[in-house]
């Protein structure tokens, strides 16, 4: 039908399903990208190149077709609002510019946000502090690289991160940076925590209540951290605060397969039992220190008042048909 979203389109969408795309903000960039190339495919195409309307509804199946691929990081429908709101014009070719020229600007601004919080992050950090790390976000990496740029030493204590083990991404990315690394099983993070200085950990969304929602095994960590005295940042570009969250909405926690978690054989060996693999769950504010983001540190609670910045009273869904 004429609006089928491009091949193009339809590979993002199936690599960010499939986590060769992962990560809220590697999500959020490709997804306003897929957007361009959209834009792109539907100003060559018989059916949308001579009409804008059809131009416009081609742009917002393959937002809703991108929409679809993962429930938790509300960077993915703000990277997709971002764009589609500034679509603009009469003709498909000034559609096509205004769509090309915002995803542009997206991804630009998204680089930029994460440097700047990178800085605000590596304020917290002290020379000669050892950090830890939950999964793989580049906004804490971020952090992390912008220490070691101001010529701090900072040493890592790098969780695996069950089931998938991005923090086999992480360490990678760390000893990169020239960051000594020590990879651990999820399960020894309290007895790592009497080494370590500082948690840093990303967000996949923020909710109005401080709320924040990262990766399985976050909120233990961050008990466990503060049962320690070990203060836990997490580190998230304001494209991670939940609009929806304003009106009382809960984010959507993403359940995966369980194949995730255990094989088809081992399973029937043990026999009758349930296997659930949520992909993410929520940190209570009051077991967050800080939350970093581009404008600046907040404390949780203080979050809502951003919120309510940025997004005023809330935001419409234009991809909705
Ligand atoms: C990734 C994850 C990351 C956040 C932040 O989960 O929980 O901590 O997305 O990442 P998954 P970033 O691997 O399931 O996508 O800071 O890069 O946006």
């Known amino acids: 039908t004429d609006t089928e979203p491009a091949p193009a389109v339809r590979e993002t969408a199936e690599s960010i399903?499939?986590?060769?795309?992962?990560?809220?903000?590697?999500i959020a960039s490709a997804a306003a990208e897929a957007l361009a190339e959209q834009a792109e495919?539907?100003?060559?195409?018989?059916?949308?190149?001579?009409?804008?309307?059809?131009?416009?509804?081609?742009?917002?199946?393959?937002?809703?077709?991108?929409?679809?691929?993962?429930?938790?990081?509300?960077?993915?429908?703000?990277?997709?609002?971002?764009?589609?709101?500034?679509?603009?014009?009469?003709?498909?070719?000034?559609?096509?510019?205004?769509v090309a020229?915002?995803?542009?600007?997206?991804?630009?601004?998204?680089?930029?946000?994460?440097?700047?919080?990178?800085?605000?992050?590596?304020?917290?950090?002290?020379?000669?502090?050892?950090?830890?790390?939950?999964?793989?976000?580049?906004?804490?990496?971020a952090c992390i690289e912008a220490a070691v740029e101001q010529g701090k030493s900072i040493s890592a204590v790098v969780k695996e991160t069950r089931p998938r083990q991005q923090g086999h991404i992480t360490a990678e990315q760390l000893r990169d940076a020239g960051v000594p690394v020590t990879l651990i099983v999820d399960s020894a993070a309290r007895r790592y925590l009497d080494e370590v200085d500082?948690?840093?950990v990303g967000a996949d969304s923020i909710a109005a209540d401080g709320g924040v929602i990262n990766k399985i095994g976050t909120s233990g960590l961050a008990v466990n951290a503060r049962e320690r005295g070990v203060p836990i940042m997490t580190a998230a570009q304001t494209i991670k605060l939940h609009p929806e969250t304003l009106t009382g909405h809960t984010v959507e926690i993403e359940m995966r397969d369980e194949s995730?978690?255990?094989?088809?054989?081992?399973?029937?060996?043990?026999?009758?039992?349930?296997?659930?693999?949520?992909?993410?769950?929520?940190?209570?504010?009051?077991?967050?220190?800080?939350?970093?983001?581009?404008?600046?540190?907040?404390?949780?609670?203080?979050i809502v008042t951003l919120m309510r910045e940025l997004f005023g009273e809330g935001a419409a869904e234009p991809w909705a048909e």
């Open 101 to 141: 020229d915002a995803s542009e600007a997206f991804v630009r601004q998204l680089d930029r946000a994460q440097e700047d919080l990178g800085r605000v992050g590596a304020n917290r950090l002290a020379d000669g502090d050892t950090v830890m790390t939950h999964c793989h976000s580049t906004d804490a990496l």
């Open 198 to 200: 500082h948690v840093v």
């Open 41 to 98: 495919a539907a100003a060559a195409a018989d059916a949308t190149a001579s009409d804008p309307a059809a131009f416009r509804a081609s742009m917002r199946a393959a937002a809703r077709t991108l929409r679809e691929t993962r429930p938790t990081a509300v960077s993915l429908p703000n990277a997709l609002r971002y764009v589609l709101q500034r679509m603009e014009g009469d003709s498909v070719d000034r559609l096509r510019l205004s």
């Open 260 to 302: 995730e978690v255990i094989d088809a054989e081992t399973r029937g060996e043990i026999g009758e039992i349930a296997v659930e693999n949520p992909a993410f769950d929520v940190t209570p504010p009051r077991y967050m220190d800080a939350i970093v983001t581009e404008q600046g540190q907040f404390p949780p609670e203080s």
């Open 17 to 26: 399903a499939t986590m060769e795309i992962r990560g809220a903000a590697t």
